[in-house]
């Protein structure tokens, strides 16, 4: 016989508390000019803001340096845990862009080639009403079907977010016929339901029975490649609820309705913005981690959480995007709440 002994030795873990790493976060994009860097130093046991550090941006060798943003006394919540350094300057497919940021001693950074976007070819609407369960109720829901065609980008592999927004223009007018106020809102995110669409669900399809349904994660981040329409186009469909496109349903109704203490008539003109935003492979996975924490029961904040997710900076941690956006936009029916009347006028 022969007898197996083995010796376990516990070997004690110690780290420096105070042996911290820049992490550099960013979604920057071609759709805007002025671009905003979170950065944090990241410590064993916390996370703490990094004001005062350097923080720079090549595009394509050319140099533009970012500044610290003062800290917004009314939100001292996200203060605590980093600073925001904003810089001007403005992206094309094809652009070289290297974010770098030093401070204590310490050097990360980042670089990215800006990628060709897709395309939003079309857009149809129709309203449709769907059976919803929940538990042991069900209720049937109006939706507006968002039907929208994209085109992929040609020769590569790509990957996407679609993001829906609405912004909203309301004026004022007084008894005489005077413009007294002008009151522009958004754009603002607007949530919707995907229903199982294959391309919008990229494999996280969660309609394969009960077994899977707590295995299989819901895409929340929306995220998706090309693989199902690589080259060629592809329809998706999108479902935002009825009430985001009727500014006199229900509560939207008594928001509008209240201005008529200081005006006679008030207009409200809506506008749907969809854009499709094309990144590389690194940000797609860091969606997908992000979605798997989610799913999984974790409302990870990224810049606060210890938590194992992509990483794209050298000398430190952290994830810099660019998306390349297409954007197309929805201008709905004006309506126009008149005091004494009960319901809006549509023109």
């Known amino acids: 016989m022969i007898v197996f002994a083995a010796c376990e030795n516990t070997i004690k873990y ?11 976060l960013g979604q920057l994009s071609t759709a805007d000019t ?3 860097i979170y950065l944090s130093m990241s410590y064993p046991d916390r996370t703490a803001p990094l004001p005062g550090a350097k923080v720079e941006c090549f595009v394509n060798g050319e140099r533009y340096l970012a500044e610290e943003v003062p800290v917004d006394q009314d939100d001292t919540y ?3 845990f980093y600073t925001e350094y904003v810089f001007n300057a403005g992206f094309r497919p094809g652009d070289k862009v290297r974010i770098e940021a030093s401070a204590g001693g ?5 670089e990215s080639i800006v990628p060709d976007p897709g395309a939003i070819i079309a857009l149809d609407t129709t309203t449709v009403v769907k059976p919803i369960v929940e538990g042991s109720e069900s209720y049937d829901q109006e939706y507006v079907e968002l039907k929208v065609r994209l085109s992929d ?9 679609l993001d829906p927004e609405m912004s909203t223009v309301e004026t004022l007018t007084s008894g005489r016929g005077e413009v007294t106020d002008v009151i522009v809102n958004g754009p603002s995110h607007v949530d919707f339901e995907i229903f199982h669409d294959l391309i919008l669900e990229d494999g996280y399809s969660s309609g394969l029975g009960d077994l899977f349904e707590d295995l299989m994660p819901v895409n929340s981040m929306h995220c998706f490649s090309d693989r199902a329409f690589q080259d060629s186009e592809a329809t998706v469909k999108m479902y935002v ?3 985001h496109f009727r500014a ?8 509008y309705t209240r201005y008529f203490e200081i005006a006679a008539k008030v207009e409200v003109e809506r506008t749907l913005h969809i854009s499709l935003k094309t990144f590389d492979r690194d940000f797609y996975n860091y969606l997908r981690a992000l979605n798997n924490f989610r799913c999984y029961g974790y409302d990870v904040e990224p810049i606060i959480e210890p938590t194992m997710l992509p990483n794209n900076v050298n000398g430190g941690m952290g994830m810099v995007s660019i998306s390349a956006e297409s954007r197309l936009d929805l201008k709905l029916p004006k309506e126009t709440f008149i005091r004494g009347e009960s319901d809006p006028i549509y023109t």
């Open 14 to 24: 110690e780290y420096d508390k105070n042996d911290g790493k820049i992490t550099v």
């Open 34 to 36: 002025t671009h905003v």
């Open 78 to 80: 996200h203060s605590h």
């Open 106 to 110: 310490q050097n990360a950074w980042t």
């Open 153 to 161: 980008v040609k020769g590569s592999e790509s990957y996407f977010t």
């Open 241 to 243: 609820t009825s009430d």
């Open 248 to 255: 006199g349903s229900g509560y939207n109704y008594w928001y």
